[in-house]
């Protein structure tokens, strides 16, 4: 009988290096994903000098930093964490559209895994609930699948 090959991440961070890049708008809401990120990666062994945490403008330009850090080859992973909240103009959706392709191009050009916790919600109370309440906390679950997708990757 035959052997299935499973390939599986550790969520072990000991000896990578991550950068957060993270948005100033709705800071109150970010600063929460952030801690929730850096406190996840740290009990999962990475050591806080191993982390740099890149704090920029809006979601709009996580795209071309994130591009910028996956081309240094300095980081293991990156970690994209911000909070776009619907106003009444079609603003949000380009936005939110143009970030998350963005992120996304830049993950498959550099090979180079992001953990996408840019949150997109209709108001301010569901990213609060986002952002550490009643839905847990995003800049967890996003480091979470960053780090799996990096021990992953290390299998491949």
């Known amino acids: 009988m035959s052997t299935m090959t499973t390939i599986a991440g550790q969520l072990d961070a000991k000896g990578l290096k991550v950068a957060i890049v993270a948005t100033r708008f709705n800071d109150f809401i970010v600063d929460r994903l952030v801690g929730g990120a850096i406190d996840y990666l740290e009990r999962h062994g990475l050591e806080k000098e191993n982390v740099t945490l890149v704090r920029i403008p809006g979601a709009f330009e996580m795209p071309l930093i994130c591009q910028k850090l996956a081309a240094s080859g300095k980081y293991n992973g990156i970690l994209a964490l911000g909070a776009v909240i619907r106003g009444g103009t079609p ?3 380009y936005v939110c559209a143009e970030a998350s392709k963005g992120i996304a191009h830049t ?4 090979n180079m895994p992001i953990g996408f916790g840019l949150l997109t919600c209709d108001n301010i109370e569901q990213a609060i609930e986002r952002a550490g309440s009643k839905a847990g906390n995003k800049g967890v679950e996003a ?5 799996e997708t990096i021990r992953v990757m290390e299998q491949l």
């Open 143 to 147: 480091a979470a699948a960053m780090l």
């Open 107 to 110: 993950m498959m050009e550099h």
């Open 91 to 93: 603003h949000f959706d």
